[in-house]
């Protein structure tokens, strides 16, 4: 063979190698990390039910059920999350929550859930926004207390940022402003709710708000979450409701009762807003 013949062979070579490569990274991102972004509407807010994530909107005192974004192919959905992509970089936004066995964090694709995470605790709660992502542990009835609260890395790491256990995780949920700040209520056992307690990104306490007695008037919290700068509680099973959480100074109190649609039971629920941090203690 020629030297021009050679080389025009080790030229097309090298050009097939790097189409093949090219070709194998846009597959790769393309259908196992890229996500479809689900945009954030006016007004909106998501619920899980049975194993579908819905669509909630509310509008003054009327909240109507917008139907179905995603059923996903198990029994049941425990917890529900909305937040960017992070661990590939993209600010696409989407649902994130857990399975039981094998214990693991999964992620909505915009067609499918794929596994993301591992870990040997289950994680029933979640609670995110922006690059921000939470899943919190609570212990079994008349078991040792070993609950936690951990943050999901880009690296795929579940790191237990709070490991308090002075008292117990009264309602099954938590929520995420876009300071990266988790809020949560606390009480000496379920169904005695003293506290709405806010901790930093790092797990630091930096609010505590003394919860009043009508928290522990009612039943079967699961869900808390933001709209319209007001943060909200989801409770009851027929019918459910969301009430507002009024803060005054170092104080907490539940607001009057909104419906919600009584089509169905919801087990968590979040939002989709940048949510404001409040330090000050002032809703």
């Known amino acids: 063979m020629g030297r021009s013949n050679f080389c025009k062979a080790i030229y097309s070579f090298t050009v097939l190698i790097l189409q ?18 689900i945009p954030c509407n006016t007004n909106s807010f998501y ?28 029994p049941s959905i425990l917890a529900m999350a909305y937040a960017n992509d992070f661990m590939n970089g993209s600010t696409n936004r989407t649902f994130y929550s857990s399975v039981v ?6 992620k909505y694709t915009g067609t499918s859930w794929v596994t993301i995470a591992t870990d040997s605790l289950i994680y029933a ?57 988790v809020y949560f209520l606390r009480g000496s056992f379920i169904g005695n709710t003293t506290e709405l307690t806010v901790i930093d990104s790092s797990g630091n306490i930096i609010n505590s708000y003394n919860a009043d007695s009508t928290f522990n008037t009612l039943s079967f919290f699961f869900g808390i979450f ?4 007001q ?6 099973i027929i019918p ?20 919600l649609p009584n089509v169905t039971s919801y087990k968590d629920m979040d939002n989709c807003y940048q949510q404001p941090n409040i330090p000050s203690g002032t809703a």
């Open 20 to 37: 093949c490569n090219f070709l194998l990274a846009q597959n790769f991102f393309g259908q196992e990390d890229s996500v479809i972004d």
């Open 47 to 74: 619920g899980a039910s049975s194993n579908t994530i819905r669509e909630l909107q509310i509008n003054g005192q009327n909240i109507v059920d917008l139907g179905i974004i995603t059923t996903a192919p198990f």
């Open 101 to 106: 066995a094998p214990a693991a964090i999964i």
């Open 125 to 181: 709660n979640a609670g995110g926004y922006g690059d921000y992502l939470y899943f919190q542990h609570i212990s079994p009835v008349g078991q040792i207390n070993d609950q936690c609260i951990s943050r999901l890395l880009p690296n795929g790491v579940l790191q237990k940022i709070f490991t308090d256990t002075s008292l117990t995780f009264t309602v099954a949920d938590l929520e995420v402003d876009s300071a990266g700040n």
């Open 226 to 229: 933001f709209m319209n700068n």
């Open 231 to 236: 943060l909200y509680l989801a409770h009851g």
């Open 240 to 259: 459910p409701v969301i009430r507002p959480l009024i803060i005054t100074g170092n104080s907490v109190s539940l607001g009057p009762p909104i419906a």
